[in-house]
């Protein structure tokens, strides 16, 4: 069973500040995805990254996967209130489109 | 282009009732999911179909959870008797074709009381 661990659980941060989630696993996934999901709303897909090394940029989110296809990050760049909500990353493994996901990232910006 | 749409959107019943959730995938798409998402965790695939065809039943408990997807298209998930364990967001989402990118619905959200 491939896994995908996300930190931190919880993040509460002022806006203008910077943060960082990441996605880590001991298994290589052939591609990477993150979402961002709203209360009451299923995922949304923000990008997919497929080559080790690969680097995102998608305005203030900036996304990498590692070189050993393993992890991920996001990073945001001053974060805003919008930037609220729940952030997964979800793997493609060795069973063809089937995703799994990390258990979350709870993002909270305060004005 | 609409989305997938679900109903119902909140559902509450007492453990031991039978419960149902309809999925009308977005139109054309082949591949249509199946997912439960428990507080505070991410989505957990539960089956997938290839057009009418259950290619990925391996996380859906058989004993009380039954699904179907008549004619390729809708697809209706059935829980017969729901526990208390079984409280969650039930997501659907739909892709053009395998390993292609998947669109969710806004959920079911199931509690059993």
């Known amino acids: 069973t491939q896994l995908l661990e996300q930190s931190p659980q919880f993040l509460s941060i002022q806006e203008g500040e910077n943060l960082t989630v990441y996605c880590n696993s001991s298994?290589?996934?052939?591609?990477l995805q993150w979402y961002r999901q709203e209360p009451g709303e299923g995922p949304v897909l923000l990008v997919t990254?497929?080559?080790?090394?690969e680097v995102k940029k998608l305005k203030r989110l900036t996304f990498q996967f590692g070189d050993a296809r393993k992890d991920s990050s996001l990073h945001i760049t001053a974060a805003q209130p919008g930037d609220t909500g729940l952030y997964l990353c979800?793997?493609?493994?060795?069973?063809?489109?089937?995703?799994?996901f990390g258990q979350g990232t709870i993002l909270t910006v305060h004005p | 282009e609409a989305g997938v749409v679900q109903s119902p959107r909140y559902k509450i019943i007492e453990k031991k009732q039978p419960v149902a959730f309809w999925c009308n995938p977005i139109s054309g798409h082949n591949t249509l999911y199946w997912y439960r998402q428990n507080l505070g965790q991410g989505p957990e695939l539960l089956i997938r179909y290839e057009n009418e065809e259950a290619v990925d039943d391996s996380q859906l408990p058989k004993d009380r959870f039954s699904a179907e997807r008549l004619k390729g298209v809708d697809s209706t998930l059935k829980i017969q008797p729901a526990e208390l364990g079984d409280s969650a967001v039930y997501l659907c989402?739909?892709?053009?074709?395998?390993?292609?990118?998947?669109?969710f619905g806004p959920g079911t959200r199931l509690t059993v009381l």
């Open positions: 989402a739909s892709s053009l074709e395998m390993d292609n990118e998947q669109f």
């Open positions: 298994s290589v996934f052939s591609s």
């Open positions: 990254v497929v080559t080790g090394g």
């Open positions: 979800a793997g493609t493994g060795t069973s063809y489109g089937k995703l799994t």
